[in-house]
């Protein structure tokens, strides 16, 4: 992997993670047009999340934030997986963020915001997106987040 973008990952110190096999029967991406839509990512690192539960009980809106970030970056491996490049990512479009909530907790859209955050840093201006920060009473696998985004690719 080359280019702006995958420079930009390297000076964040990350690395961009194999694909997520789906856990069921749909793809991780798909394309239409000009625009890849992925599926639901959760925050699974080498093949195992991280923290189960609720945000707001079990896990805490910090780590949960984390988690989204994790999210976003399982969501850009996704779309690599998809277009080979990222540098042809035109813009992000649109994030949907879902957050296993306790039955007090609001903060969604601050939890969310750990996915938002990390596509500026890694896309800069492309990065900046429509949102939507769900809660929600429970996930697959008891993952605390979910994230979701829809790209615009420059053909």
């Known amino acids: ?5 995958a420079s930009r990952l390297a000076e964040l110190g990350l690395t961009l993670p194999d694909v997520v096999p789906p856990l069921a029967a749909y793809q991780p991406a798909v394309r239409s ?20 539960g609720k945000v707001g009980a ?13 999210c976003a970056l399982n969501a850009l491996a996704a779309v690599r997986s998809l277009v080979g490049d990222l ?4 813009r992000v479009v649109k994030v949907v963020g ?15 915001n750990g996915a938002s955050e990390l596509l ?12 939507s920060a769900v809660g929600v009473a429970v996930l697959p696998l008891d993952a605390p987040v979910e994230v979701e985004i829809q790209v615009e690719l420059a053909d």
Request: proline share 7%.
């Open 98 to 112: 879902f957050v296993a909530s306790a039955p007090d907790f609001t903060g969604q859209p601050t939890v969310i």
């Open 120 to 131: 500026g840093q890694v896309l800069g201006d492309k990065g900046v997106h429509a949102r």
């Open 58 to 70: 079990e896990v805490t809106p910090e780590a949960a934030k984390e988690l989204a970030a994790t």
């Open 33 to 52: 047009g000009a625009y890849v839509f992925t599926s639901g990512q959760l925050p699974m690192v080498d093949g195992k999340l991280p923290a189960t």
């Open 87 to 90: 540098d042809r990512i035109a």
């Open 1 to 5: 992997m080359s280019g702006v973008v």
